[in-house]
């Protein structure tokens, strides 16, 4: 099982930026097989899928309003995947999650799909 760990989160004001990361980590996993997606979910509201980036790194967006304003990124010798979220609105305030998906090289459409989730991390944008 994978293991995964979001950090980056903070309280910022609109039109300020923010990096998160998710590290991954287990036994005898191959990060560049597993596709990583990054979930929000505000509150009072179920989580939707914001962005995901492939085994090829290619980006699907899931939510239309990010974009333009965050970018995805993998390291895949650090096991890592960066969100680079600039612009930031009230809007986007919510616990940012990431998860993995292993199966197939593109991202899925569903969340039900990625089977590794991380803890979460809060984002807060106010001013």
């Known amino acids: 099982q994978l293991q995964l760990v979001e950090s980056g989160g903070g309280l910022v004001q609109p039109g300020e930026s923010l990096r998160l990361s998710c590290a991954a980590s287990?036994?005898?996993?191959?990060?560049?097989?597993?596709?990583i997606g990054w979930f929000r979910q505000a509150p009072g509201k179920g989580r939707e899928g914001v962005v995901c980036?492939?085994?090829?790194?290619?980006?699907?967006i899931y939510e239309d309003s990010v974009k333009g304003r965050f970018t995805l990124s993998r390291d895949n010798a650090k096991n890592t995947v960066s969100l680079q979220m600039n612009n930031l609105k009230s809007e986007d305030t919510a616990v940012y999650y990431c998860?993995?998906?292993?199966?197939?090289?593109?991202?899925?459409?569903?969340?039900?799909?990625?089977?590794?989730w991380g803890r979460g991390t809060q984002v807060t944008v106010s001013s």
């Open positions: 287990g036994f005898g996993f191959n990060f560049e097989h597993y596709v």
């Open positions: 998860a993995a998906h292993t199966g197939r090289l593109y991202c899925p459409d569903y969340d039900y799909e990625y089977s590794d």
């Open positions: 980036i492939s085994t090829t790194g290619s980006v699907r």
